[in-house]
Each structure stands twice: as C-alpha cells, then as structure tokens.
C-alpha cells in the first residue's frame, strides 16, 4: 500500500519570501507523483507532476518539485510567495499500473503574510 | 487540461431525504471516476472507484448502501447520498481519468459542499 505524509499542516511565511512544502512518499512499487493546490471551497487544480525523467520538475504558478527516490520525498518550492499563494496544497501518489487511484497526504496550509 | 464538471455546488437538504451529485467529463472519455469525501481542514478520502458500466468498487468503512454510484455512460457519474443525515454533511470531490488514453492525471471537478440539516 501507499502512503504520503506531509509533516507540516500549517506555514506561515512573508511575502516575497521563499517556501518549501513537504512531501514524503511510502511505496514498495513505482509511483507518480503530484502537488495540488486547494483554495477555499473549490475544487483541485494541478501545480506539476513527477512521472519520470528529470527529478526537477517545474509546474504553474512559479512553483517546482525535486523528486528524490533515495529520500522518497517530493518537496514542492517557490522561491518568493505571493499572497495570492495563500491556499491548501495536497502532495498525492498513484501507482504507475493499476487502478490509479490517488493517495492524498492530509495536507499543508500555506499562509502569506503582508 | 480536459474539464470534469460537478453539480450542484452547493446543496442542501433534509434530513431523511437524498440527494444526487453528478460529475461530467466534458471533453474526454471518463472510463474510471473517483469519488473522495472532504471533511473541514482535512484531507480527501477516497470512497470509491467507479469504471463505466461496472458496479463501483467501494473503501472499507464506506457504506456501498448510503452512497450510491453510478457509472453508466463515459461521460457521467452519479453519486447518490441516500437518507441523509448531518453527519454526512461534507465536500464531495469526483476525480475523473481516461484509461484507455492511459493519461496518468485524473482531472478533478470543483466539489460539491453538501449540508444535511
């Protein structure tokens, strides 16, 4: 079975300052990996996603994610936030075969202060 | 990105009564739906997995007889909350992927905040 852990269920951060979100995957098979984001009372939209390749991956909005097997970890990073950015973002694995359902983390709530 | 609509969304309704939830892909073929339960500051928690034409396949705890799914065309499924009760009172999020296209994204709809009062 799968599982994610985002250890940080709130980070407040400044404006213009950088952040980084974590992510930590289980998985005994291969995975893809992906970052949402959730604002309030809406559905998820799509940041970026780890399929295979490069273990950099940019995605919308300014925000990137380093895939790192060894550490199975997926950490999503912007280097200056905006308050706009204020959200909820969910880290989610599938596995690569199978029914592809999603695995979501239980979530980080992003806060930028002014 | 390919579009997956949901409707209502917002309803609410009586206690007793139940309520239908539709998620529509509009510009692709959905051959397998998810259905996730949203609770407040919480994470989503699959309920089930529908493939068009199939019976759903259901996650343990989740009572197949209160929420109906239904996935009989590639391009709808309904999930029926049946005799509500507040505690069902939640955000409802269906996910929705093409497998044949072997898309490695679902594609989600923008939730449904159901309130039994």
């Known amino acids: 079975a799968q599982s994610v852990t985002q250890l940080d269920s709130q980070v407040p951060v400044f404006e213009e300052a950088p952040v980084e979100l974590r992510c930590n995957y289980s998985?005994?098979?291969?995975?893809?990996l992906f970052w949402y984001v959730q604002y309030p009372n809406q559905g998820l939209q799509l940041l970026l996603k780890?399929?295979?390749?490069?273990?950099l991956v940019k995605g919308i909005n300014g925000f990137e994610a380093e895939f790192n097997k060894s550490q199975t970890s997926f950490h999503l990073r912007k280097p200056s936030v905006h308050i706009s950015d204020t959200a909820e973002y969910f880290c989610?694995?599938?596995?690569?075969?199978?029914?592809?359902?999603?695995?979501f983390g239980t979530g980080t709530r992003l806060k930028v202060l002014a | 990105g390919a579009v997956v609509s949901q409707h209502p969304s917002w309803v609410i309704c009586k206690s007793g009564t139940s309520v239908k939830i539709e998620c529509r892909s509009l510009?692709?073929?959905?051959?397998?739906m998810f259905w996730y339960r949203q609770f407040p500051k919480q994470s989503l928690m699959l309920m089930a997995t529908?493939?068009?034409?199939?019976?759903?396949?259901?996650e343990q705890g989740v009572e197949k007889d209160k929420f109906l799914i239904n996935h009989a065309s590639l391009t709808l499924s309904t999930l029926t909350v049946t005799s509500a009760h507040p505690e069902d009172s939640s955000f409802y999020i269906c996910?929705?992927?093409?497998?044949?296209?072997?898309?490695?994204?679902?594609?989600f709809g923008q939730g449904t905040r159901l309130t039994v009062v």
């Open positions: 996910s929705a992927r093409d497998m044949r296209a072997q898309e490695t994204e679902a594609f």
């Open positions: 510009d692709f073929q959905a051959t397998t």
């Open positions: 998985s005994s098979v291969s995975v893809y």
């Open positions: 529908s493939n068009e034409g199939s019976k759903a396949t259901y």
């Open positions: 989610a694995v599938t596995v690569t075969s199978g029914t592809y359902k999603y695995i």
């Open positions: 780890y399929l295979s390749g490069s273990t």
